[in-house]
């Protein structure tokens, strides 16, 4: 199995940056295809932000995020990230990152076998 851990969630002001950091541990990102971000907002059920594929970086992003958030990934570090620009209020939730075998139905969460824990970004007005 493999241990995913978030970091880097925190407080900013719209229009500010962040950077998310899936870290793996116990067995590579390598031994998975891909590697997505779902976030969940209070009184909202969690939803797809964005997924890239181990091998060869190939990226999907839910239309709210396109052009904003930039997920990518260090084979060297075994980590994924998020990068997130342009900060909207709308983006207030907790951010997950989870890891599955394979590239179909990658914006379902049913796809995703491993969770990491969360981390809550809050964007204010």
């Known amino acids: 199995q493999v241990q995913l851990v978030e970091s880097g969630g925190g407080l900013v002001q719209a229009g500010d940056s962040l950077r998310l950091s899936c870290a793996a541990s116990?067995?590579?990102?390598?031994?998975?295809?891909?590697v997505g971000w779902f976030r969940q907002a209070p009184g909202k059920e969690r939803e797809f932000v964005a997924a890239?594929?181990?091998?060869?970086?190939?990226?999907s992003y839910a239309l709210s995020v396109k052009g904003r958030f930039t997920t990518s990934r260090d084979n060297a570090k075994n980590t994924v990230y998020l990068q997130m620009d342009s900060l909207k209020p709308e983006d207030t939730a907790v951010y997950y990152c989870?890891?599955?075998?394979?590239?179909?139905?990658?914006?379902?969460?049913?796809?995703?076998?491993?969770w990491g824990q969360g981390t809550q970004v809050t964007v204010s007005s």
């Open positions: 116990g067995r590579t990102f390598s031994n998975y295809g891909v």
């Open positions: 989870a890891a599955a075998s394979r590239w179909t139905d990658v914006k379902k969460e049913s796809g995703y076998a491993f």
């Open positions: 890239v594929a181990w091998s060869n970086g190939l990226t």
